[in-house]
């Protein structure tokens, strides 16, 4: 008797219609899925910045004009544009303080000329505001730029002083309100800027939750705080960080415990000093 033939190779790897796809074209399908879920979480991040408004500002010794700087994150959904205004002065010294760090990197990025006359004339205002919006985004494609601190001081150092200024006044309702727009720039910037950017703000803002009776704002501003306070070993901040989060946490009925051996050993080391957190951010920024 003759035995049944095998099927040849294209009978094996046939499937009818009806049936499982193959390991093999299922693979290929999760993985082309997956590559395009990738693409779509992984498009590149920069900043953009625009200056879509001006006033002029006088007073009785002076008269300028400032510029609102609008910054931007592109490639991501951006849900806060948040926006500053700054002089021509500011600037001029931005420039200047860029250019004795990366003078041969910035040699072909061009600061907008003063007008010598006609500073207030309608015309001069909008070409000089969409000159220093090129200018900054000349700027921001230079590495070195991204990368200093000079140009996260020009985004927030201004909101920075004031907002410490209405904290060492006891008005911390709007200290936060500031407070919150230098942390959105902040946030921004991180990407190039040092990790620990954020915590100062993030604990002036826990300084002012907690004088502001809400705890679990002030307990949630300094958890933020902490991790970058302690990888890169900001001890000043670590400890009187960890003393605001032991206290507040005990108050809401929290574990404390692990935040309270870890303050202790951090105390043992005498490598901290007893200052409070609010001690330490009234400080800041005078």
């Not at 899925?33 to 006033?55: G, M, Y």
């Not at 004009?65 to 609008?70: F, K």
């Not at 490598?271 to 005078?286: A, I, M, Q, R």
Request: proline share 6%; hydrophobic share 40%; with cysteine.
């Amino acid at each position: 008797m003759l035995g049944m033939a095998e099927p040849d190779q294209t009978e094996k790897n046939h499937k009818s219609p009806d049936g499982p796809p193959s390991c093999s074209s299922r693979t290929t399908k999760e993985l082309q899925q997956n590559l395009k879920a990738v693409k779509k979480n992984d498009q590149p991040v920069k900043l953009l910045f625009e200056i879509p408004s001006t006033r002029i500002i006088e007073d009785v010794l002076s008269k300028y004009v400032v510029y609102e700087v609008v910054v931007m994150r592109s490639g991501s959904f951006d849900s806060r544009r948040v926006s500053v205004e700054r002089r021509y002065s500011d600037f001029l010294r931005l420039h200047r303080d860029l250019l004795e760090d990366f003078q041969e990197e910035l040699e072909d990025v061009v600061l907008p000329r003063k007008l010598l006359s006609g500073n207030f004339c309608p015309d001069a205002i909008g070409g000089r505001r969409l000159a220093l919006q090129d200018y900054l985004a000349d700027l921001y494609a230079a590495r070195c730029v991204r990368r200093s601190p000079h140009f996260h001081r020009f985004l927030t150092l201004p909101e920075q002083r004031r907002a410490h200024g209405l904290l060492r006044a006891g008005c911390f309702i709007l200290a936060v309100q500031q407070l919150q727009d230098v942390l959105e720039i902040e946030e921004k910037l991180l990407p190039w800027q040092n990790p620990t950017l954020t915590v100062p703000t993030l604990s002036a803002l826990a300084v002012c939750y907690r004088d502001l009776k809400e705890p679990e704002k002030a307990f949630a501003a300094a958890q933020r705080a902490l991790p970058p306070a302690r990888r890169y070993a900001l001890n000043r901040y670590r400890a009187s960080l960890l003393e605001l989060l032991v206290d507040v946490g005990y108050r809401l009925g929290g574990p404390v415990a692990q935040l309270q051996e870890e303050l202790t050993l951090l105390r043992e080391s005498g490598e901290v000093n007893s200052h409070s957190l609010k001690e330490l951010v009234v400080h800041e920024f005078t």
